[in-house]
């Protein structure tokens, strides 16, 4: 991969990977809500087995208004890693527990990076046990975390498949962005003026008015004018949008 976006998953972390699903009693793997199909790992779904995996779509507190929740297979769960809530704990639980006889069972938790891995380990142990961050590749080193007496489960490393674009990974927030944002910036607004959600969520999030906007320029424009990011001289800072947009679009109702 390009400088900037940190370096493609090595063969060795697959092939540990795969002895760790091997070795575990659930599979859980966590997708993004907003776009399910995008965020799954077919291989690895095909080491764990239907009957050992269970799909979870995370962050459907990010879905744009009015979209229906996403189907899942096997009896997967769509749910919010921010609602802690002791209903929300405990069907997790059950739904992990009813895939296995094992006691304590052992569950792997996998997905592509930023996708809420650590956050729905927190939401099972009803506390903060691992690090949460909105970064990509926050989650180094395997730790095994005792959830109760009969739940054990481990925060693996983020993964992707390595055919994925870097524009895709961008998109999907699954990796760094330390340089070329503006690209991938423009790029986003102009999917904005296309689409009315996510022109009323970027609306309601940056306080701006966009009925004036026609180009991906103006966007970044408008933006910077309406939070006070000019350089010298009072031209807008359109490279500060850019930087703030890119963050921004782990958020959006669609991705």
Not at 143 to 163: A, N, T
Not at 169 to 176: E, F, I, M, N, W
Not at 196 to 223: C, N
Request: charged residues 30%.
């Amino acid at each position: 991969m390009g400088s900037g976006y940190g370096k493609r998953v090595p063969k060795d972390h697959w092939f540990f990977l795969k002895n760790m699903i091997h070795g575990a009693d659930v599979i859980v793997e966590v997708l993004d809500a907003r776009d399910v199909a995008a965020t799954r790992l077919p291989v690895a779904e095909r080491w764990a087995g239907s009957k050992r995996l269970l799909m979870v779509a995370n962050k459907a507190d990010l879905l744009r208004e009015g979209a229906k929740k996403p189907k899942l297979e096997n009896k997967g769960l769509v749910m919010s890693s921010k609602d802690g809530s002791e209903d929300t704990r405990m069907t997790l639980m059950r739904a992990i527990m009813e895939r296995t006889k094992s006691r304590p069972a052992k569950a792997l938790i996998i997905g592509y990076p930023n996708v809420g891995k650590s956050s729905i380990i927190n939401v099972l142990a009803h506390r903060q046990v691992v690090r949460v961050s909105p970064i990509a590749g926050t989650t180094k080193d395997i730790q095994w975390i005792r959830i109760s007496d009969d739940l054990i489960v481990s925060d693996y490393r983020g993964m992707f498949p390595k055919h994925e674009s870097e524009g895709e990974l961008v998109r999907k927030g699954a990796v760094k962005m330390a340089g070329e944002r503006e690209k991938y910036a423009y790029s986003f607004a102009k999917k904005v003026l296309s689409r009315q959600p996510l022109r009323r969520w970027l609306e309601k999030k940056y306080d701006v008015d966009l009925s004036a906007a026609e180009s991906a320029e103006d966007v970044l424009r408008l933006m910077a004018v309406r939070r006070g990011w000019f350089l010298k001289g009072g031209e807008p800072n359109l490279e500060e949008s850019a930087r703030h947009l890119v963050r921004a679009m782990a958020e959006a109702p669609e991705i």
